[in-house]
């Protein structure tokens, strides 16, 4: 077994897009509408299914916002350097919600991201050969 995907449900998807691409570096990997039930999906990742796991937009017609609930919690994406990676997504209009920094109890460094629905994103310092550049 592996994980295929996660799905978020999202107020805007074009600018839900637009930050999972122009943000944090994902590819558009395929989109989906169907009218007759009123939602459209959108494919987002690093790499396609089976190598990678994706993330799954979806919009459903007219909702604009969603209420996060307590019981979600975040996605985590590796990255080289999570200092950089703040920066960068800083600098290209994202919101940095904690600053690179070593774990409470740990040494790991981590940082948090949001998007523009709400969710969180873990950036985790890690030193290996597939990780996201931002």
Known sequence: MRILHTM????????SIDFYTQVLGMKLLRTSDNPEYQYTLAFLGYGNNPEHA???????YGVESYEMGTAYGHIALA????????????AKGGNVTR?????????????FVQDPDGYKIELIEREFDQVVTL
Request: charged share 20%; hydrophobic share 40%.
């Open 99 to 111: 600053e690179a920094g070593p774990v409470k109890g740990g040494k790991t460094v981590i940082a």
């Open 79 to 90: 990255v080289p350097n999570a200092a950089q990676a703040c920066e960068a997504v800083r």
């Open 54 to 60: 994706e993330l799954e937009l979806t919009y459903n």
């Open 8 to 15: 978020l449900r999202v107020g805007n998807l074009q600018r």
